[in-house]
């Protein structure tokens, strides 16, 4: 199982559209658009979960810098929570 870190999102891009281009790769168990809490906005990046981890590295290939409706996607294999850096104070 692959979870894949989807970055550069165009604002108007679906759940729907992401599975699509990602399915062309092989099946995919999940898509989670990130959204706003308070507009329901999306924030430009999601994370797409794939349980073919060849199939996974060959959609990282195949759609990293890739135009969706017209932004190059940023595509890479998400890193687990605790690897991230901190993001400054939590007061």
């Not at 195949?62 to 294999?77: A, C, D, M, S, Y």
């Amino acid at each position: 199982m692959m979870n894949i870190y989807v970055g550069n999102l165009a604002y108007g891009v679906t759940q729907e559209e992401l599975r699509d281009a990602f399915g062309t790769y092989g099946e995919i168990s999940s898509v989670n658009l990130i959204t706003d809490k308070f507009t329901g906005d999306s924030k430009g990046f999601g994370f797409v979960e794939m349980p073919n981890n060849a199939e996974a590295d060959a959609a990282i290939k195949g759609l990293n810098e890739t135009p969706l409706k017209g932004r190059n996607l940023k595509v890479n294999q998400a890193k687990p929570r605790g690897e991230r850096p901190a993001r400054g104070p939590r007061w």
